[in-house]
């Protein structure tokens, strides 16, 4: 599968930015889905996703109440929509996926052996 992120770009604080992440080669369905940041000199960390086998999305504490992700399985297609962003919230951000069926859980990024290439937020305060 191949995963295509986009949609970052610059924003001021409070500001919103919808970010996209599209699939090609198979259905996303059967994956946990998941989106990561890394922000300069950090490294990357969780950010929120969702398993293959439904139920609500999985949030990192920092961006709970402000962060909305959702997917679109007839388009293949996931989001995160991020409100009242914060500088803190600079970073590339990357979709993941993992293999069908995954057993494992969503938080950790081994789980997902499919990255898409990233796309950059800046937050200005």
């Known amino acids: 599968v191949q995963l295509q992120a986009f949609g970052g770009g610059s924003v001021q604080a409070g500001g919103s930015l919808r970010l996209s992440c599209a699939a090609s080669?198979?259905?996303?369905?059967?994956?946990?889905m998941g989106w990561f940041r890394q922000a300069p000199g950090k490294e990357r960390e969780f950010v929120v996703a969702?398993?293959?086998?439904?139920?609500?999305?999985y949030y990192t504490d920092s961006v709970k109440g402000r962060f909305t992700f959702s997917r679109d399985n007839s388009k293949n297609m996931v989001y995160l929509q991020m409100n009242s962003l914060k500088p803190e919230d600079t970073a590339v951000y990357y979709c993941a996926a993992s293999h069908p069926y995954w057993r494992g859980g969503v938080y950790s990024q081994g789980g997902y052996p499919y990255w898409g290439q990233g796309t950059q937020v800046t937050v200005s305060s």
């Open positions: 969702i398993s293959w086998s439904g139920g609500s999305p």
């Open positions: 080669g198979r259905t996303l369905s059967s994956s946990h």
